[in-house]
């Protein structure tokens, strides 16, 4: 039997070192304020400029590596010194790969100034962009961040399953954020309640 020690990028006991570590943040200052997601974007100019001719983009993980790593640092450096959500007490993140070959990062943020519920909708934005006044962000928007179509528009959909989206799309909209019990956004899964 060979034991890796915890020195060993990726080994058993270095993800659980890893783990043990990131517990001792949460005991210390408790939960955190935010949860950031970043996703790697094949189409990032700095990756599709140094793709030979007839290349895809998973087709050199190493350029998507280096690109991705070099925006994760230009990201922490702006969410931490550029301080966006205010002073931050300390911050962790772990880098995943997806099925496809594009990585992500997990970011998680504690604050000197805890986010209270009633400042959320000054934190988070779930708008589309107007298509005249910026242009640009709306198309990254729409070809980046929009699920579907699903649902009876798009019956052969991935998502489907037993003729229902299994992310619960469309959902209905609201005019104010509300979190539930659990801290999560809660979701009005009928009309009828929105009326109410």
């Not at 890796?4 to 955190?32: C, K, N, W």
């Not at 990756?47 to 590596?65: C, E, T």
């Not at 969410?79 to 300390?90: S, W």
């Amino acid at each position: 039997m060979v034991v890796l020690p915890s020195s060993f990028t990726g080994g058993s006991r270095y993800m659980h070192e890893r783990t043990q570590d990131a517990m001792i943040y949460v005991r210390h200052f408790g939960r955190p304020d935010l949860f950031i997601t970043f996703t790697c974007n094949p189409k990032w100019p700095e990756i599709v400029d140094l793709l030979n001719q007839g290349q895809k983009s998973h087709d050199r993980h190493d350029i998507i590596a280096r690109v991705f790593r070099v925006k994760v640092k230009h990201m922490m450096k702006l969410l931490t010194k550029g301080c966006i959500f205010g002073n931050v007490r300390c911050h962790m993140y772990t880098v995943e790969w997806q099925k496809r070959g594009l990585p992500h990062v997990h970011i998680l943020l504690w604050l000197e100034d805890k986010i209270r519920p009633e400042s959320i909708d000054e934190v988070i934005c779930a708008e589309l962009p107007d298509s005249n006044v910026d242009p640009a962000l709306y198309e990254i928007i729409r070809t980046t961040m929009i699920h579907g179509p699903c649902g009876h528009i798009n019956k052969s959909s991935p998502c489907m399953l037993n003729g229902k989206c299994t992310k619960k799309y469309p959902r209905c909209f609201r005019k104010e954020t509300q979190t539930g019990e659990d801290g999560y956004p809660s979701i009005v899964e009928d009309l009828r309640k929105m009326a109410e």
